[in-house]
């Protein structure tokens, strides 16, 4: 997603009430068309959420990630030797939601880290296809391994329960949060999203610019149409205010995630407890509109509820 600075340079201003996810103004889609171009700014990036699984050692039937990538295999051996790192494992992302198509094959990875060198938890990560044909590195942010965490999951959000997929997330100071698009076409029309927005799940094997040019050639709608998934990540400032620093709609960046929406004006939303008790949390969106999340974790903190 555009970063803070990227979305400075462009022109685009700072919207909180984006967060709905129903598309981009008028104005943003105008500095990017005119600037980067459709397919630089916003059809190329990528963005998913869902569930990881993961096991312990290599447990594809090829082996290919190991015997190909000489770094990932020299990693797993010096794991064997050294606790002081992430030690061989084969990971599994379930994409229950995508920025893009889905690609009509599993996503998995072989992965193995660095030595962890300081005390802050933080560590380098070798992340290999486990058909090998690719290769990432990830680090994992310091000061995060020990929490707080908290993980949420979407239940309800307008269009009815089920007709959108979510994540919340936070680990440590930082957080990330994702909501898919309308899984269909009544849920489209609830929620405001742009006409054929819930097909792009159906566009298997292409990429999002291939999808959302077989539903319409006009750029503003194919940019709405990108813009009715929407994801964000940032940090929680000493202030405890949670300041998004990277999103696939570039109006959301500099804004916050979640604060107070009388006093704030770059909040996109507060959280409330529903009546029935702590389980379940409702976030009032700035445009009125409200989503309902389901606590799965929560350790080491509270709700930032005002």
Same mark, same amino acid.
């Given at each position: #997603?555009?970063?803070? @600075?990227?979305a400075?340079e462009?022109?685009?201003v700072?919207r ?8 981009? +103004?008028?104005a /943003?889609k105008?500095?990017?068309?005119k600037q980067?171009?459709?397919n630089?700014?916003?059809l190329?990036?990528?963005s998913?959420? #869902?569930?990881?699984d !993961?096991k312990?050692?290599d447990?594809t039937p090829?082996?290919e990630? &190991?015997r190909?990538?000489a ?10 030797n050294?606790?002081?790192g992430? +030690?061989?494992c084969?990971?599994?992302w379930r994409?229950?939601?995508d ?6 094959a ?8 660095e030595?962890m *060198?300081?005390?802050? %938890?933080s ?12 290769a990432?590195?990830?680090?994992? /942010?310091?000061?995060? !391994?020990? %929490?707080? !965490? &908290? ?5 309800? /959000?307008?269009g009815g329960a089920?007709?959108r ?8 100071d930082?957080?990330a ?5 309308p ?5 489209q029309?609830?929620?405001?999203s742009?006409q054929g927005?819930h097909t792009?799940? +159906?566009?298997?094997?292409?990429t999002? *610019?291939e999808?959302?040019?077989s539903?319409?050639e006009?750029?503003?709608? &194919? ?10 990540? #940032?940090?929680?400032?000493?202030a ?5 620093q990277?999103?696939?709609n570039?109006?959301l960046v #500099? ?7 009388n006093?704030? +004006? ?5 959280l409330q ?7 379940e949390v409702?976030?009032v969106?700035?445009? %009125? @509109? &409200?989503r309902?999340?389901?606590v799965?974790?929560?350790s ?7």
């Amino acid at each position: #997603g555009r970063s803070i @600075s990227d979305a400075q340079e462009a022109g685009i201003v700072p919207r909180p009430d984006a967060i709905a996810a129903t598309g981009l +103004s008028d104005a /943003a889609k105008k500095q990017l068309l005119k600037q980067d171009g459709i397919n630089d700014v916003i059809l190329r990036q990528k963005s998913f959420a #869902g569930v990881l699984d !993961f096991k312990e050692g290599d447990t594809t039937p090829s082996g290919e990630a &190991m015997r190909k990538d000489a770094l990932l295999a020299t990693l797993a051996a010096e794991r064997e030797n050294d606790s002081k790192g992430l +030690s061989l494992c084969t990971c599994f992302w379930r994409r229950d939601i995508d920025y893009w198509p889905p690609s009509g094959a599993l996503d998995i990875g072989v992965c193995a880290s660095e030595p962890m *060198a300081t005390d802050d %938890g933080s560590v380098l990560l070798r992340e290999t296809g486990d058909d090998a044909s690719y290769a990432e590195g990830w680090e994992r /942010a310091p000061n995060c !391994f020990k %929490g707080p !965490f &908290m993980a949420l999951e979407l239940v309800k /959000a307008a269009g009815g329960a089920g007709h959108r997929v979510g994540y919340w997330v936070r680990s440590g100071d930082r957080f990330a949060y994702a909501v898919g698009r309308p899984t269909a076409s009544e849920a489209q029309s609830a929620a405001g999203s742009c006409q054929g927005s819930h097909t792009i799940s +159906s566009c298997a094997g292409k990429t999002l *610019a291939e999808a959302v040019s077989s539903i319409t050639e006009e750029p503003g709608e &194919m940019l709405d149409i990108a813009g009715c998934y929407v994801c964000v990540c #940032g940090e929680i400032n000493a202030a405890r205010a949670w300041i998004i620093q990277h999103s696939t709609n570039p109006e959301l960046v #500099g804004c916050s995630l979640v604060g107070n929406l009388n006093t704030e +004006s770059l909040c996109c939303s507060q959280l409330q407890h529903k009546k029935s008790g702590d389980e379940e949390v409702d976030q009032v969106l700035v445009d %009125g @509109s &409200m989503r309902c999340w389901k606590v799965v974790e929560l350790s080491g903190c509270t709700l930032p509820i005002c």
